[in-house]
């Protein structure tokens, strides 16, 4: 398969050539936290963090409302599943009229998207989801309760809006690479992997024999992917590239046995057995969590060896890797039990970890880093991610730009400032879980 950039002159890049920073990737850099993608999360993901603190202009996707639904209003204001999908059917109508103004930038430096695998970066169009959002939308009248529609919708809508937000017939044609390639940025980050197995790995606390062959192919897209760059991206100077995280960390991944989370393994060790705390299902025990783990370590290590090989000698951009699966380490309140982000704002005391969120009945101690869903960061999560980046940035390019505060990520986020109800969270995470798996 061959890409289709614009060529360099091409009218359509006007204002647009040569920025100094772009992105892509999944939800990790589209600021998703809770399931909700929205312009919070979009201003503060980790790409959004990076550019204020390197001060740098760097267009994010400015979305006018969340896509279909922001699950920590829905909480807050008690609404039931029912009263959620029907709110989420107006928004989509709402987005349906939005996506068909051509206002707005015509280009997004941030084209990373909530979902998108490594297979989406040179697929992926917002003229091809346009196309398909009436469609959906006329199919959520015909179901009782829509949600494999709406999932979909979801996908369609942010594609949508990120790949092309002012609805240019030329822009609306390109794939995120083809945009880089296009626009040549001078760097580009790129977090990419975790839909190819990995996340649904986690979500179901279930290492199935069809999710385990997904991950194995992620050094092949891999190296697909860094051959695209090589031929296609000559003039980015650095691109950073995050390693997955490491499962354990995520907050999902909680011992079945929840009095465990109080007596941590010795030595960072491993818990008895792990479930799926959303789902309150799955099963990993010890040993087959340490096989995972020791897996994506393993493909993270078979990722860099493909990339630094393809870029060899092949082109002048220089690659370079964040490791997100030791650093998060640093931040393991479970295993750890002491590694907590401690901050004392104002008259509050604030220690965040990695615990799954409404997992304590009622002690906010440890929690923080992982958002509702207990699958997505929190924007102090974000803030760990970023600051990776920052120190790979500093280190590869010589320089000394300052790491993000962690008082500004937690002033930024309701949810560690004020957290909803814990009783309220669990019973609507059970009935979504209900009606999604």
């Known amino acids: 398969m061959t890409l289709n950039p614009l060529p360099q002159n091409h009218p359509t890049?006007?204002?647009?050539?040569?920025?100094?920073?772009?992105?892509?990737?999944?939800?990790?850099?589209?600021?998703?936290?809770?399931?909700?993608?929205?312009?919070?999360?979009?201003?503060?993901?980790?790409?959004?963090?990076?550019?204020?603190?390197?001060?740098?202009?760097?267009?994010?996707p400015d979305y006018p409302r969340p896509i279909l639904f922001d699950l920590e209003a829905v909480i807050r204001d008690v609404q039931s599943v029912d009263d959620m999908v029907d709110d989420a059917i107006k928004n989509a109508?709402?987005?349906?009229?939005?996506?068909?103004?051509?206002?707005?930038?015509?280009?997004h430096d941030n084209l990373a998207v909530a979902g998108h695998t490594y297979q989406d970066l040179w697929e992926a169009r917002s003229g091809t989801n346009r196309l398909n959002i009436p469609k959906l939308i006329d199919s959520l009248d015909d179901q009782a309760l829509p949600l494999g529609a709406l999932l979909k919708l979801y996908f369609a809508i942010n594609n949508a809006f990120v790949l092309s937000p002012a609805n240019d017939s030329d822009v609306n044609r390109l794939s995120p690479l083809e945009q880089v390639a296009s626009r040549q940025p001078e760097r580009l980050l790129v977090n990419i992997g975790a839909n190819n197995g990995v996340f649904m790995t986690i979500l179901m606390a279930d290492n199935s024999q069809d999710m385990e062959e997904e991950i194995e192919q992620i050094p092949d897209h891999a190296v697909k992917l860094a051959n695209y760059l090589v031929k296609?991206?000559?003039?980015?100077?650095?691109?950073?590239?995050?390693?997955?995280?490491?499962?354990?960390?995520?907050?999902n991944l909680r011992p079945r046995d929840m009095d465990e989370l109080g007596s941590p393994p010795i030595a960072g060790g491993y818990f008895k057995s792990y479930i799926s705390?959303?789902?309150?299902?799955?099963?990993?025990?010890?040993?087959?969590?340490?096989?995972?783990?020791?897996k994506i370590?393993?493909?993270n290590l078979r990722v860099e060896h493909e990339i630094r090989r393809a870029f060899d000698g092949n082109t002048k951009t220089i690659p370079h890797f964040v490791d997100l699966f030791e650093i998060g380490n640093a931040f393991d309140t479970?295993?750890?039990?002491?590694?907590?982000?401690?901050?004392?704002?104002?008259?509050?005391?604030?220690?965040?970890?990695?615990?799954?969120?409404?997992?304590?009945?009622?002690?906010r101690r440890g929690t923080g880093l992982f958002s509702i869903d207990n699958m997505h960061p929190t924007i102090v999560g974000y803030n760990v991610v970023s600051n990776q980046i920052m120190r790979s940035i500093n280190h590869n390019e010589g320089e000394n730009y300052p790491l993000r505060p962690w008082p500004v990520s937690i002033e930024a986020d309701t949810l560690v400032k004020s957290p909803p109800?814990?009783?309220?969270?669990?019973?609507?995470?059970v009935s979504i879980a209900k009606f999604f798996f």
């Open 13 to 60: 890049l006007d204002g647009y050539h040569r920025p100094k920073m772009m992105a892509i990737g999944d939800s990790q850099f589209n600021g998703t936290r809770s399931l909700t993608t929205d312009a919070v999360g979009a201003n503060n993901s980790p790409p959004a963090q990076v550019a204020q603190q390197i001060g740098i202009d760097f267009k994010i």
């Open 93 to 107: 109508k709402d987005w349906q009229h939005t996506l068909a103004l051509s206002t707005g930038p015509r280009f």
């Open 232 to 251: 296609y991206c000559n003039d980015v100077e650095h691109v950073y590239f995050s390693t997955l995280v490491r499962p354990r960390v995520v907050a």
């Open 277 to 294: 705390d959303i789902l309150n299902g799955g099963f990993l025990d010890a040993k087959a969590m340490e096989r995972f783990d020791k």
């Open 297 to 299: 370590e393993r493909i």
């Open 334 to 363: 479970k295993h750890w039990n002491d590694r907590l982000i401690v901050q004392k704002i104002d008259d509050d005391l604030y220690r965040l970890g990695n615990f799954p969120y409404y997992g304590l009945s009622g002690r």
């Open 421 to 429: 109800r814990l009783l309220d969270v669990y019973k609507l995470l």
